[in-house]
T-cell receptor
């Protein structure tokens, strides 16, 4: 099974501190990985996709194939970053069908 | 473009009943996926449809079924409801050729 592991259920940091949300995946070929974010009372939305290699809202994520990790980082956390963060891996089957395999999520709390 | 919409937003049913949830994808998107979100199991993939054909299916019992119409709108049906089916059901759409999925606000189902 292609597992996605987010080891921290809850991460609390102070405003202005660096933040790193961990994501590890089970090795299998070339992974397509995503970070999704869910702010309070809002829908799940895409934050980052690894192949785009862009920075959104100051967040970056680097794929490390050696460590099978895709950690999400931001140098200076803001209070508005408080949300639930999900790491997900795209699975494709023989019918070209898609499915996102999600980690359990990490709740990030940024306190003033 | 309008985002993914889901109806109804909230639903209360009793055990043994059946329920139908609806999803309208982003205009032009031909792939629709369904996910179940619960506090215990997190986000789990149910199935994916593309051009009215089921392309992928998760590990859910046969009580969970879906379909897609020619306008790409999708419905999912749960028959013989159980208490454990209480969850937030999310629909996501993508073009079908590019893998980024966009999520709807969800339908919250409570089974009593």
């Amino acid at each position: 099974a292609q597992r996605v592991t987010q080891p921290e259920k809850l991460l609390s940091v102070f405003k202005g501190a660096p933040v790193e949300l961990k994501c590890n995946y089970s090795y299998s070929g070339s992974p397509e990985l995503f970070w999704y974010v869910q702010y309070s009372r809002q829908r799940l939305q895409l934050l980052l996709r690894h192949i785009s290699r862009e920075s959104i809202k100051g967040f970056t994520a680097d794929l490390n194939k050696g460590e099978t990790s895709f950690h999400l980082k931001k140098p200076f956390a803001q209070e508005e970053d408080s949300a639930m963060y999900y790491c997900a891996r795209l699975k494709k089957n023989s019918n070209s069908g898609y499915a996102l395999n999600f980690g359990k999520g990490t709740s990030l709390l940024v306190t003033p | 473009k309008a985002g993914v919409t889901q109806t109804p937003r909230y639903l209360i049913k009793t055990r043994g009943q059946q329920v139908t949830l609806s999803c309208s994808p982003i205009s032009g998107h031909r792939s629709v996926s369904w996910y179940q979100q619960t506090p215990g199991q997190g986000l789990q993939f149910l199935f994916e449809y593309f051009s009215e054909t089921q392309r992928n299916k998760g590990n859910f019992p046969g009580r969970f079924s879906g379909r897609q119409f020619s306008n790409s709108r999708s419905e999912m049906n749960v028959s013989t409801l159980e208490l454990g089916d209480s969850a937030l059901y999310l629909c996501a759409s993508c073009s079908g050729y590019q893998e980024t999925q966009y999520f709807g606000p969800g339908t919250r189902l409570l089974v009593l």
